[in-house]
Each structure stands twice: as C-alpha cells, then as structure tokens.
C-alpha cells in the first residue's frame, strides 16, 4: 500500500483511456461534482487516438454542428444529463422535439406500435392494429393473452434475448421489433444476447405465471400525476462533443495531464518509491498508485495478459461489431411525403426493393433534422443511415464511396427520395460495440474479481455492464470509486 499524500510524493493515478468513462473517471478522482479541493490525487490521462471523448464525436456538417457519433442520452438514466448540469452545460441540454419511429416491414415503412418496452410488446391490439406482424405474426401474438406459454416458477437464470421472447410471443416479433430494435442497439443478434445484462426486467417477467406482456406491463413505470413526463432523450446544442470539450477544460482547470496521442504499451509492478504500478508508454514511464483501465476490452486484454491469465482470458471472449454513419443533406423538395417521427428501423432480413436477391445493407436511419429542433433549417433535410452489425461484413468491403452510393439507393427506395444529397458525411467506428452475450455478467463479474487481485487498479468502459453513455458515465465513477477506497485502505464501494 503507498504511504499516504504528502508534500514529498503526493498520491498518483494514471487514466489510460480518454473516452468518456475515462474523462469521468479523472472527473471523480479530482473530486467529482463536489469540485476540486487540491488536495486529490495527481492525474494523468493517456489516450492513444489524436482526440478524446471516443465516440462522442461532434463536427460542422451543412452548417451546423452534427454528431457523428451517439446523438442523444436517454432520459431514463440520470448519469448524462446529472453530469451536464453539474459542469455547467444544464442549459445547453435539449429534449428530442419529435415521437414515434417506423420499421420497415412487409415491403413499407409502418409506424411502430406503442406499448413496446425496448421492443417487446406488452398489449396486443396496438402491434395487431398496426399490421406489422401481419395476421399470422398477430395471431401468434395473441396466444400470449389467451393460453400463454407457461413459465417456469421462481427466478430464471439467464437467457438469449430473442429465443426467450420467441418462445412466449412468436418468432415474427422478434425478427420485426425486437432485433431491429435492441439488436440496432447494440449492433448484434438477440439470438444469443443476454438478457439478464440488456433488459434484466425481461428476465423476471419470464418467470411469473401468465402471459409474458401482462407481466411486462406490471414493470413499466407508472405515468407522472400531472401527466407531463420527461423527455426520452437530450442532446446539447453544440453536440455531445461539447461534453467532452468542457470536461476537458475543467480536468485542466483541475490540474490533470491530458496526453492525446499517447497510449500504454505496458504495465508494470513496482515498488520504486512506494508506487505499485509503472505505466510505459513511447513518451516514458509514469509511476502510479493507482490505474483505470477505461480501454477497450482487446487494448485492456493485452495490457492485464502479463499480470493476470484469467482477466485477460475473459477480457477476450468479448466480441466487438463494427458500424458506419452515413450522414446526408437533401433538400427539402428531395422527400415525396412528409418524414414521420424519429426515423425508422430496418430488420436483418429485409430484401432490397431495388434488388430482392439481397437484403438491405442499412439497419436504421435517423431524421436528425426532426429528431432534434436545433438542427432544423428550411430548405433541407439532414438524414443519418446506420450500417453495420455483428456477422454482417458487407460494410468492410466498401470504401466510402461506393458506401454512400449503396445507402442513397437504399433510401431512395424505401424514402422514393427525389433529388441527389447536397453533401455526405461517412464516419466509420470499427470495433466498436462489445456483444453482450448470454451471461455476460457472470463474465464482467469475473474480470472484476480478477482485477481486485491487481490493486489499485479498475476497469471501466462500454465492455462491461452498459453501451450507452449514461451507463459508460457510471461506469467511470464507479471505478474511479474503487481506486481511491482501495489506496486509502478502505472498503471498496459497492456497484452503482
């Protein structure tokens, strides 16, 4: 354990990492929310890429600020837009200005029923209204109210997403909504998604008596009395990226050394003047009290493999999709009816109306100029196709090019668009969204004993309990938490 902070060797950590888990956790090592006191540890952030902020990404596109990467927070978790309030950015934050998406199913776009929980309906006659399932899907549906499929007593360990769901409520559902949708999510297949780690309500619904939406519905929030609700989502005027700029001016403000540019090539145990851990990287050594690995889970692998088999072992299991964005301009003539809602989802199996022999590259499209008010201006229109899931390599074999030719056919079928786009922005993130498999958290819960034999070290990062930014927020509290417990001696908190 090293000597406590003093005037002749005041207490390290180094950060490798400068995604947002990991300029959250600098953020909470220099006294989070609370504000700096000086009297924290010396931080220091080493992020390999030339920027920071991973993929909270916001540039100029057609005259405005776009992000090219996540484009919202939920609304739900509180740890994003808690976190823009507390570092002064509460009155930038905007709610999403439109409701409702579409999925492209049986050949058109239909409007997405209401009554889903992250997909998964809960009341049958908006999914049957709707026509999505057509009568066959919606027949099977209503099994689930009539003779459901009976559940087994007590809790259910954990279990694929989509064979669970299929199982109570049709194969159909799954393959128009559900994948679509949690799937989109998190750039995979429900077939061998975990449950337990991507929608644990599920789960315990599965396993009461009677139909699986009647339990689903007892789990939903219940709505405000004055009948006014949050918003679902929020974004920043200036993009998510201005998150990461101003965390970054205030980590500076804090003292903390921010290295773009520069990553870690190795770890070392030390015992040089007190300091457990020696930090290598191409610019020289840095001795710490403490580490948070907020990498991904291959540069986490790598950097643990000498210090500990098992860690880097279940680090590896880990596998990762690749996605690109394609963002366009259309002038506002370009559209043959007015756009409806947030966008749209596209399922896996969906043949190219243009082509029928092959299925549709895009696994979403967003209206981002009617998704968020901010982005609006007359006379165009901003569109973002999302290509991209685990298995499919189509993408990889498409320069930029012939990627924004393949998406505008695409849409042009789907949207009957009208008029070539103004301009075109391709933003690829390989490897990008970690898959969480069927017991995922057993296999975070693993890598997390294993990293407690290597203190004062933590990992934090969209690898392990949540891809989202709310939850990568949390993420890098939390482990930030733990560092500074474990080098003052103290128990380690428990998960947020």
Excluded at 257 to 271: F, P, V
Excluded at 472 to 482: F, H
């Amino acid at each position: 354990m090293p000597p406590p902070e003093g005037p002749d060797r005041p207490v390290s950590v180094v950060v490798v990492g400068g995604g947002i888990a990991g300029l959250v956790a600098a953020w909470e090592l220099t006294g989070g929310d609370l504000g700096g006191t000086g009297r924290g540890p010396r931080v220091t952030v080493l992020e390999a890429s030339p920027r920071l902020g991973g993929a909270l990404r916001s540039e100029d596109f057609a005259g405005r600020t776009v992000d090219l990467g996540p484009d919202g927070v939920l609304g739900r978790r509180p740890e994003a837009v808690e976190l823009c309030r507390s570092i002064g950015l509460g009155d930038e934050l905007v709610p999403i200005g439109a409701a409702g998406a579409s999925v492209f199913a049986r050949g058109r776009l239909r409007a997405m029923p209401t009554g889903l929980a992250i997909g998964v309906p809960t009341r049958w006659w908006p999914v049957a209204r709707s026509g999505v399932l057509g009568l066959g899907g919606s027949l099977r549906l209503a099994r689930d109210t009539v003779a459901p499929r009976p559940s087994r007593r007590g809790p259910i360990g954990d279990r694929a997403l989509g064979p669970l769901v299929a199982d109570k409520l049709g194969s159909r559902v799954v393959e128009t909504l559900v994948d679509p949708l949690v799937g989109g999510i998190n750039a995979g297949s429900v077939t061998d998604m975990s449950t337990a780690a991507v929608f644990p309500a599920l789960l315990a619904a599965a396993g009461q008596r009677g139909g699986l939406m009647r339990a689903l519905r007892r789990t939903q929030p219940a709505s405000p009395p004055t009948g006014v609700s949050e918003p679902a989502f929020w974004s920043l005027e200036r993009g998510l990226g201005s998150l990461v700029s101003r965390l970054a001016e205030l980590l500076e403000d804090r003292g903390v050394e921010l290295r773009t540019g520069l990553g870690a090539a190795r770890l070392e145990r030390s015992t040089v003047d007190g300091h457990p851990w020696l930090v290598h990287s191409p610019a020289g050594t840095f001795a710490a009290d403490g580490i948070v690995l907020a990498t991904p889970a291959p540069v986490t692998r790598d950097l643990l493999a000498p210090h500990d088999a098992e860690a880097a072992t279940l680090l590896g299991g880990i596998d990762h999709a690749s996605v690109a964005l394609v963002t366009l301009q259309l002038p506002a003539d370009a559209l043959a009816q007015p756009l409806v809602g947030t966008g749209f989802l596209v399922p896996r199996s969906s043949p190219d109306p243009s082509d029928r022999a092959t299925n549709l590259l895009i696994t979403a499209c967003t209206f981002l100029s009617q998704k968020w008010p901010h982005l609006a201006r007359e006379g165009d229109v901003l569109l973002r196709a999302s290509v991209g899931r685990f298995g499919d390599d189509r993408l990889a074999h498409l320069d930029d090019d012939a990627l924004v030719s393949r998406v505008v056919s695409e849409l042009t079928a789907i949207l009957s668009l009208g008029a070539p786009p103004r301009a075109t922005r391709v933003t690829r993130w390989p490897d990008s969204f970690p898959q969480y498999r069927v017991h995922h958290l057993l296999r975070v819960a693993g890598i997390e004993a294993a990293v407690r034999r290597l203190p004062p070290l933590a990992v934090a990062g969209a690898a392990y309990r949540g891809v989202g930014v709310p939850a990568c927020i949390a993420s890098g509290r939390q482990a930030a938490a733990t560092v500074l417990a474990t080098i003052a001696g103290k128990p380690v908190p428990p998960l947020l």
